[in-house]
């Protein structure tokens, strides 16, 4: 795979718990060859008005241009929140036996 096919795609779970399922779901459906949970983190955001103050737990999330689609939906109805951030940062660059492994790993089984 190409450096370009490849996306990081990021997301918010305002749960260990909940990151967790969405990120094995994404995974065992070969969405995402791998996803990292981070530690909490505090976000600071206007939502309808209002400023609000949480806590809440990144993921980084590795997959394919070819994948992205899907991905999105499927984190979209797994997310919590009525308008999850979903933000996919294409690859400019990239180990080429890593990349090449994220590509076997999220085709469709």
């Known amino acids: 795979m190409n450096a370009a ?32 949970i981070l530690s909490p983190c505090r976000s600071i955001y206007r939502w309808k008005g209002k400023t609000e103050d949480a806590e ?9 241009a070819g994948r992205y689609a899907e991905l999105e939906a499927a ?3 797994g997310h919590p ?3 999850p951030e979903i933000i996919a940062v294409r690859l400019t660059g990239g ?6 492994w994220v590509d076997s790993e999220t085709r469709p089984a």
Do not use: Q, W
């Not at 994404?26 to 969405?31: A, D, I, P, S």
């Not at 809440?56 to 394919?64: A, C, D, Q, S, V």
């Open 5 to 36: 096919d490849g996306y990081l795609v990021i997301t918010n779970l305002p749960d260990r718990g909940s990151a967790a399922k969405l990120a094995h779901e994404l995974v065992e459906r070969h969405l995402a060859a791998c996803i990292n």
């Open 75 to 77: 984190i979209r109805s």
């Open 95 to 100: 180990l080429p036996a890593y990349l090449d």
């Open 81 to 83: 929140y009525e308008l």
């Open 56 to 64: 809440e737990f990144p993921m980084l999330i590795k997959t394919t």
